[in-house]
């Protein structure tokens, strides 16, 4: 197998017969992006994207119950996220602008904040019945950093958007399908092996013109959103610049109590 320089085991790849699947992998933490995982994302996105024996990258998270619940909060709240991890030029960012190829966000649980995020920078979203999907930004008081205020109007309108991004609402998975954010739902067992079918169907065609028509795709929906990165990287910036640390634990507190109502995961954050 081959290996990729990450630290730790926050993040697993696999490759097999062109397909990478990258694994968030604290199911523990219900796959929270600490700061060692956005490291190895951040590796897996170039080191991925440079290797010939890739072609066509899925996203999942360990276990049955997260995809991936965003930031760490318990690691937030003593080291918060800094600015320059912030926003279209944040190195994660970059990397996802840059990738050249075909991204499947294989949504296996909550998907929630970051997490969302992760996913919606992702080419394709399926999910299991299992998976949910949630913008907590504004209960937690942080702006929206890799993209969420653009590309989730793109994927479900912008009246449908407002209401997942201003409320913290939860989204299932049927709802996700029926507005057109996810391909398909799947039960649990089924996911991964209809990811990979959709990866090989992928990597079936010329693909040259599959990456050229993604670029295209890509090129042509920033044209219309660029400002609004740049205004959304430059809040983030603003929205961290004014964090308070010692306020953070009641709040965290307050948001974890308030979604006890909803689907919202137990354990730590």
Same mark, same amino acid.
């Given at each position: 197998?081959?290996? #990729?320089?990450? +630290? %730790?085991?926050?993040?697993?790849?696999?490759?097999?017969?062109? $397909?990478?699947?990258?694994?968030?992998?604290?199911?523990?933490?219900?796959?929270?992006?600490?700061?060692?995982?956005?490291?190895?994302?951040?590796?897996?996105?170039?080191?991925?994207?440079?290797?010939?024996?890739?072609?066509?990258?899925?996203?999942?998270?360990? %276990?049955?119950?997260?995809?991936?619940?965003?930031?760490?909060?318990?690691?937030?709240? !003593?080291?918060?996220?800094?600015? @320059?991890?912030?926003? !279209?030029?944040?190195? $994660?960012?970059?990397?996802?602008?840059?990738?050249?190829?075909?991204?499947?966000?294989?949504?296996?649980? #909550?998907?929630?904040?970051?997490?969302? @995020?992760?996913?919606?920078?992702?080419? $394709?979203? !399926? =999910?299991?019945?299992? =998976?949910?999907? =949630?913008?907590?930004?504004?209960?937690?008081?942080?702006?929206?950093?890799? %993209?969420?205020?653009? #590309?989730?109007?793109?994927?479900?309108?912008?009246?449908?958007?407002? #209401?997942?991004?201003?409320? %913290?609402?939860?989204?299932?998975?049927?709802?996700?399908?029926?507005?057109?954010?996810?391909?398909?739902?799947?039960?649990?067992? @089924?996911?991964?092996?209809?990811?990979?079918?959709? +990866?090989?169907?992928?990597?079936?065609?010329?693909?040259?013109?599959?990456?050229?028509?993604? +670029?295209?795709?890509?090129?042509?929906?920033?044209?219309?959103?660029?400002?609004?990165?740049?205004?959304?990287?430059?809040?983030?910036?603003?929205?961290?610049?004014?964090?308070?640390?010692?306020?953070?634990?009641?709040?965290?507190?307050?948001?974890?109590?308030?979604?006890?109502?909803? $689907?919202?995961? @137990?354990?730590?954050?």
């Amino acid at each position: 197998m081959k290996r #990729y320089p990450l +630290a %730790g085991d926050s993040l697993l790849i696999d490759v097999f017969d062109k $397909i990478a699947t990258v694994t968030l992998n604290r199911p523990c933490q219900h796959n929270a992006l600490s700061r060692e995982l956005r490291g190895n994302l951040l590796i897996a996105l170039q080191a991925l994207d440079d290797d010939d024996d890739v072609a066509v990258i899925i996203f999942t998270g360990a %276990g049955d119950k997260a995809f991936s619940v965003g930031a760490d909060l318990k690691e937030f709240e !003593v080291a918060p996220l800094q600015p @320059e991890e912030m926003g !279209v030029d944040c190195p $994660i960012m970059q990397a996802f602008e840059k990738l050249r190829k075909p991204t499947i966000a294989a949504i296996n649980g #909550y998907a929630v904040t970051g997490g969302f @995020e992760l996913a919606v920078n992702c080419d $394709i979203l !399926v =999910a299991s019945t299992n =998976a949910s999907f =949630a913008d907590t930004h504004a209960r937690v008081g942080v702006v929206p950093a890799w %993209g969420l205020t653009q #590309y989730l109007a793109m994927l479900i309108g912008p009246v449908r958007a407002r #209401y997942l991004s201003f409320t %913290g609402n939860y989204l299932d998975a049927a709802t996700a399908k029926d507005w057109g954010m996810v391909l398909d739902v799947l039960a649990p067992g @089924e996911l991964m092996p209809y990811c990979r079918k959709l +990866a090989r169907d992928i990597i079936g065609c010329d693909p040259r013109t599959v990456r050229d028509v993604r +670029a295209a795709m890509r090129v042509g929906l920033h044209q219309t959103v660029c400002q609004g990165l740049l205004l959304e990287a430059e809040l983030a910036k603003q929205s961290v610049r004014r964090f308070d640390a010692a306020r953070f634990g009641a709040t965290r507190r307050s948001v974890i109590s308030r979604g006890r109502d909803q $689907i919202v995961p @137990e354990g730590p954050v």
